[in-house]
């Protein structure tokens, strides 16, 4: 029996100045984001039932909350619609 040993690339470290944080008021586990292709909005779906829309500042990558939406149950998912302002949810 033989081995074959792979050596993977060190992993890349860029900068963090581009990074984006949001406040932290989720109320449990964030399971998806999503960027919106036509403006800077940023969903984030939670295993706590919700979906929060966060205005993203272009300049200093600052979090500010714009909308939320509630579902039964956890939020898995969540995508934008490539068009529009719609946000798409997919829970249990």
């Known amino acids: 029996m033989s081995f074959i040993r792979k050596t993977f690339p060190s992993p890349v470290i860029g900068s963090l100045s581009m990074d984006v944080s949001l ?3 989720a109320e ?3 399971s998806s984001v999503s ?3 036509v ?3 940023l969903a984030a779906a939670s295993w706590d039932g919700k979906v929060r829309i ?3 500042n272009a300049n200093n990558g ?3 909350g714009a ?3 509630a579902a039964e149950g956890p939020v898995l998912d969540c995508d934008w619609a490539k068009v529009s302002f719609c946000v798409f949810l ?3």
């Open 23 to 25: 406040p932290a008021d």
């Open 28 to 30: 449990d586990t964030i």
């Open 35 to 37: 960027w919106s292709p």
């Open 39 to 41: 403006a800077n909005h």
């Open 54 to 56: 966060y205005d993203i």
């Open 62 to 64: 600052a979090a500010r």
């Open 67 to 69: 909308a939320g939406l």
């Open 90 to 92: 997919f829970f249990f």
